[in-house]
């Protein structure tokens, strides 16, 4: 498999409540005077064919990035994994490039490396490790394994990592820049985002 012959789209997962930010949809916060969001569709659109936003509120907010909006479809806010089902079900490309709505300082080559991984793992399921913990919502995912996650949900498990490690799972090394996939999910870490130069 020649990763540059894959089609391949990008999803931005936006579905959670912000339980720890008062709710706030963290898609929608400002960073350096521009959307979360945005900063993440900048980072992935170049890349990709289709731009699809996995959200569960405010999908009107999120339309002028992407090409299609899509909930969870069941109206849980079953976690990440149910987002990251939603999204490849709604895409018929080979191969889905992910990142969470809440790491706006993604480094300018996240796809760059991802698509390089996937090149030396061909039908690898590629994951972001940054030196000091796997970050298992940036991801490089065959869109084919929807089903699986479906089917995983159905059983009664949420769990994402344990999903991942079922599912040919290979890291790909972003030790060099740890800064680039902070979460933003406290009033402190939000400090931290705005302290970086």
């Known amino acids: 498999m020649n990763a540059s012959n894959l089609r391949i789209d990008a999803g931005i997962i936006a579905g959670g409540?912000?339980?720890?930010?008062?709710?706030?949809?963290?898609g929608l916060l400002h960073w350096q005077g521009v959307e979360f969001a945005e900063h993440i569709a900048a980072r992935l659109r170049p890349y990709t064919k289709t731009l699809i936003v996995n959200c569960n509120r405010n999908?009107?907010?999120?339309?002028?990035?992407?090409?299609?909006?899509?909930?969870?479809?069941?109206?849980?806010?079953?976690?990440?994994?149910?987002?990251?089902?939603?999204?490849?079900?709604?895409?018929?490309?080979?191969?889905?490039?992910?990142?969470?709505?809440?790491?706006?300082?993604?480094?300018?080559d996240f796809a760059d490396k991802m698509l390089a991984c996937l090149e030396d793992n061909p039908g690898a399921t590629i994951a972001v490790d940054d030196g000091?913990?796997?970050?298992?919502?940036?991801?490089?995912?065959?869109?084919?394994?929807?089903?699986?996650?479906?089917?995983?949900?159905?059983?009664g498990e949420r769990r994402m990592m344990k999903w991942l490690k079922q599912n040919n799972l290979v890291c790909c090394d972003f030790s060099d820049q740890p800064e680039g996939f902070l979460n933003v999910n406290s009033p402190e870490e939000m400090e931290q985002l705005i302290g970086q130069v």
């Open 132 to 155: 000091d913990r796997l970050h298992p919502l940036h991801l490089l995912i065959p869109v084919s394994l929807a089903k699986s996650i479906d089917d995983y949900l159905k059983s």
């Open 17 to 26: 409540l912000g339980s720890r930010l008062e709710g706030v949809d963290k």
């Open 59 to 108: 999908g009107e907010r999120y339309q002028h990035l992407a090409d299609k909006i899509v909930g969870d479809g069941d109206g849980e806010f079953n976690g990440p994994l149910a987002g990251l089902r939603a999204l490849l079900q709604a895409s018929d490309a080979d191969y889905l490039l992910v990142s969470p709505c809440d790491t706006p300082a993604l480094s300018e």
